[in-house]
């Protein structure tokens, strides 16, 4: 029932970008260049769709505080809250990302569909950071592992 709530939400999702136009880099372009205001060539129709996705998932997030999942025991809300190095960079690394291209993740997927060789070669890089990302995270948790239980071992010892 899982798997089928998630597919669901998915095709919403994916309803929602193709009708929104974000699927299209240069709809999504067209609103990331502020410096086309002055010319009058700056597309604010983004704004909207935003503005409007936001109303839709704070409503939502409100709704979902209240309830106890369908198909979870328990609602799983994230708990790191701090605005830290990471994040930071992570935000400007996507941002970068989406300003150079005119796609973030979810879109360059449904794009594929189009088989587009710069949108399959984006995907194909997207993936690849996902997976110096894995790496990354994987390098740095192995030496707080070892610290742990040298820790754990000196206190038994």
């Known amino acids: 029932m899982r798997a089928l709530a998630s597919l669901l939400c998915g095709f919403i999702f994916g309803w929602g970008l193709f009708i929104s136009g974000m699927i299209r880099p240069d709809k999504v372009l067209g609103f990331l260049d502020v410096f086309a205001i002055p010319s009058g060539n700056w597309d604010p129709s983004l704004a909207v769709v ?3 996705a936001l109303a839709v998932t704070g409503i939502g997030y409100a709704l979902a505080r209240r309830r106890t999942p369908l198909f979870e025991a328990q609602n799983q809300w994230p708990t790191q809250t701090a605005i830290d190095a990471p994040l930071i960079a992570g ?19 449904e794009n594929l569909a189009t088989l587009s060789a710069p949108v399959i070669l984006f995907v194909v890089a997207m993936a690849a950071g996902m997976a110096v990302h ?17 820790q754990a071992g000196a206190a038994d010892g």
């Open 134 to 150: 894995d790496l990354w995270q994987a390098r740095g948790a192995a030496p707080a592992a070892k610290r742990s239980l040298a």
């Open 50 to 52: 935003m503005a409007a």
């Open 91 to 109: 935000s400007a690394l996507f941002g970068a990302g989406w300003g150079l291209v005119g796609l973030c993740p979810g879109p360059a997927i």
